[in-house]
């Protein structure tokens, strides 16, 4: 069952929440040993969590829009209740005391925690222990390696995470499920490992466009602990997810500047996507401003780790991995002046894809560059979403393709910021759109 269809099944009573969470606990006994996407599940607690549920639900409690259903929580999001180790030895055996906005506007919605989902280190690029479930070979992607592996590999329905850079987007391409980056700022960071102020921003993974809809909607709210969060009325991703566009959206296909990078196989099915659409897209340019972005987000994202784990490199740089060293050192050679000067791109940048908003509903451009690439040294490239991270436009990757060696490939939609719901609801169009043209059975687009 998708996670709507659990969630319904469970407020009507035709399934316990305690049934649910133990058959994803049986996969994680089944898969874990190979997959390892966890850093922390205690079945006993999580059964212990359904049950409450499910007493709650007999006795005619008011039930949230995730009453009993299972969530993995990538392991920097602080839980009162379990370890936060946040993907090093640093941090190893920290507990923390309070829960994260994020985790306890999952538990006022009804959700049951199942347990910390693998992370690479402090969140960066040093990949953890996660395999790709589709060959164990290659890399997951990251940095929320194990959220995107254990929603792919059926552990657990829904899962969030959290992307600086590409981390929810590049996982879910290469793990074949669903990922959303919202807008940033739409979901609180309180009490989440800060890597960047400027360009964190939590994000959900799951297996439908409605399913995305539905863990994220209770997640869009004000926290007055995080100020980049503003008072405004809940959104309404879930009903505007589900709703037919008043008229067909029209989409910008955007090469953008990386356009290069992409391998042979996603430039090819891309470019049979646009083909598919017919005149429901056209190719548009953007600006040689934006040719600059992937150095100013650089610029800020190794700045900000130099400043957020100072303390890190301070007290334990032999422990981190040679590749965060290296960030952090460059991080601490730029001047205020370039760094200021990069974030202040980001307004100008923004004003130009309003513009193209204005015309378009959606861009579509590469999630990534191609499929997870082989082996476990590496987490892939994110390149493909540092422009849109630095400018804090929501994304979200839709799992239409399949590479060469069989691998998942996902076509990434960009949308206006702060429009969140709309993009939803143009990604369920398109996914509608490419099952009813695609020719073999599954409805995806082959590369």
Excluded at 315 to 339: D, H
Aim: proline letters at 6%; hydrophobic letters at 45%.
């Amino acid at each position: 069952m998708s996670a709507v269809e659990t969630a319904r099944a469970i407020r009507e009573g035709a399934v316990d929440s305690e049934e649910v969470v133990q058959a994803c606990l049986d996969r994680i006994t089944e898969l874990e040993d190979t997959v390892l996407a966890w850093a922390h599940v205690d079945a006993g607690h999580a059964l212990t969590q359904a049950r409450a549920a499910d007493d709650a639900r007999r006795v005619g409690a008011a039930l949230g829009s995730l009453h009993g259903v299972p969530v993995g929580v990538k392991d920097i999001f602080d839980t009162k209740d379990m370890p936060t180790e946040d993907g090093t030895v640093l941090h190893a055996g920290r507990r923390p005391l309070a829960d994260a906005t994020a985790v306890a506007l999952l538990r006022q919605a009804g959700a049951v925690i199942l347990g910390k989902t693998v992370t690479t280190e402090l969140a960066v690029y040093a990949p953890g222990k996660t395999r790709n479930p589709h060959n164990l070979d290659h890399t997951p992607g990251g940095s929320s390696s194990g959220s995107a592996a254990a929603v792919a590999a059926h552990m657990v329905p829904l899962a969030i995470g959290t992307q600086t850079n590409g981390s929810v987007i590049r996982p879910a391409s290469y793990c074949g499920v669903y990922g959303f980056k919202p807008s940033h700022g739409a979901i609180s960071r309180h009490r989440v490992l800060q890597q960047s102020r400027v360009l964190d921003t939590v994000g959900v993974f799951a297996r439908t466009v409605e399913d995305v809809a539905m863990v994220a909607e209770p997640l869009m709210r004000f926290d007055e602990n995080d100020p980049d969060t503003r008072p405004q009325a809940a959104p309404r991703l879930v009903e505007t997810a589900a709703a037919a566009p008043p008229v067909a959206p029209q989409l910008a296909f955007v090469r953008t500047p990386v356009w290069e990078d992409a391998d042979d196989d996603m430039q090819a099915a891309i470019m049979e996507l646009v083909e598919v659409l017919g005149a429901d897209i056209e190719e548009a340019t953007l600006p040689a401003v934006f040719d600059d972005a992937v150095a100013w987000h650089r610029t800020i994202m190794e700045a900000d780790l130099a400043r957020s784990f100072e303390r890190e490199y301070a007290t334990g740089k032999e422990r981190l991995s040679e590749i965060l060293r290296e960030m952090i050192e460059r991080g601490q050679t730029y001047s205020a002046v370039a760094y200021n000067n990069a974030v202040g791109q980001i307004g100008a940048l923004n004003a130009i894809l309003d513009a193209m908003f204005k015309k378009y509903d959606a861009i579509l451009t590469p999630a990534t560059t191609g499929e997870a690439p082989a082996g476990l040294d590496s987490t892939g490239s994110p390149i493909f979403c540092t422009l849109w991270t630095l400018c804090g436009v929501p994304a979200v990757t839709l799992p239409l393709f399949r590479g060469p060696n069989g691998m998942p490939m996902g076509a990434q939609l960009v949308g206006p910021k702060g429009d969140d719901a709309r993009l939803l609801r143009t990604a369920r169009w398109l996914v509608g759109a490419v099952n009813k043209s695609a020719h073999d059975e599954t409805g995806e687009v082959i590369a």
